[in-house]
């Protein structure tokens, strides 16, 4: 009897200690990734050039967005798969001005943006300020979200923000350009 709660307590214990080993790989991954997504960002920003973060990636940095009320900077990767979406914020392939992210890691700032908030975007075209427009919750087959109309920035996300069941709207912000205002 002995003996069997000795192997349970050490299968427990092994097992305990692999679930932590691997959370610490993820978040050693995961902040080695970030760094090299700033580095790869600050490339395309100095020159122009699309560079990725390492050589098997299917992304690149193609941007910097801020959201100064709110402290936030983060890089925009092109695309926005899956695979995409766990390192950042994406621009919807097609598009020039939309952008997804994923509701409760890199879009999760999106909560507590306001309508009249200051956006601005610095891609290598130069820095561009936008103000938030309108907040709205929309269902996931409205693509008219993905429509592009004059120098408008839109954020999309899923909708209810803390995740544990699958969204069934989207928040959609929409921004436009501060010179347009």
Request: with cysteine.
């Amino acid at each position: 009897m002995r003996g069997a709660l000795r192997t349970a307590a050490a299968c427990l214990l092994l097992g305990s200690a692999l679930l932590f080993g691997e959370a610490a790989w993820m978040r050693a991954k995961a902040a080695v990734a970030s760094v090299l997504i700033e580095r790869s960002l600050e490339a395309t920003l100095r020159d122009g050039r699309p560079h990725r973060p390492w050589s098997w990636a299917d992304f690149h940095p193609v941007a910097r967005l801020r959201v100064p009320r709110l402290g936030i900077s983060r890089p925009v990767l092109s695309g926005a798969t899956g695979a995409t979406l766990a390192f950042g914020l994406g621009r919807v392939d097609g598009t020039s001005g939309v952008l997804a992210g994923h509701r409760d890691t890199w879009a999760a700032f999106l909560r507590e943006v306001r309508t009249g908030d200051a956006v601005v975007l610095e891609d290598r075209e130069g820095t561009r300020c936008y103000r938030v427009r309108e907040i709205r919750i929309v269902p996931p087959d409205d693509l008219s979200v993905l429509e592009e109309r004059g120098d408008r920035l839109t954020f999309v996300t899923c909708w209810p923000f803390g995740g544990v069941v699958r969204a069934r709207q989207r928040l959609v912000i929409t921004c436009a350009s501060a010179a347009a205002t």
